[in-house]
């Protein structure tokens, strides 16, 4: 009996760390690098399109801080801080439920949603600046082209 209650024990240990979802707090901190310029109003309009893309709601902006919230199947909620300038954006956890939010720990989900979130906002600005780049380019290329 009492190896057949140690068996029970280790199997019941093994279920409970495979089906951990919790992870370590994830808070992006980014600074843009010198080759990404964006004025003000870019930094805010890339972070709010992803905000929208990605189904989160936004809940208040204002000049340096965009808030925002997903509700996923009724089930899961998270509230989010955007703090910004023009040369860098954070992500800050507000608040969840039903995400096991812990000891600075948290559900995968989360995790993978701001993750998603961060690479949107630089993949956004990287294209902004791309553009930016490739009108620059052809306007030179066309006032030397041009006859005086």
Known sequence: ??????????????????????KRMYTPDR???ATIKADHEEM????????VARKWTVQRISPELIQA????????????DIQYTPTHYKILYRDSRGMSYADGKIHKNYIRWVRLLDK???????????????????SSAQAIAAPN
């Open 44 to 51: 805010k309009q890339a972070i709010l399109k992803n905000l």
């Open 1 to 22: 009996m009492p190896s057949l209650l140690r068996a029970c024990l280790i199997v019941l240990a093994l279920l409970t760390c495979v089906s951990c979802t919790s």
């Open 69 to 80: 919230e997903i509700t996923v199947r009724e089930q899961y909620h998270v509230e989010i």
């Open 120 to 138: 949107g906002i630089l993949r956004e600005l990287k294209d902004n600046q791309n553009e930016r780049t490739a009108q620059q380019l052809s």
């Open 31 to 33: 600074v843009l690098p």
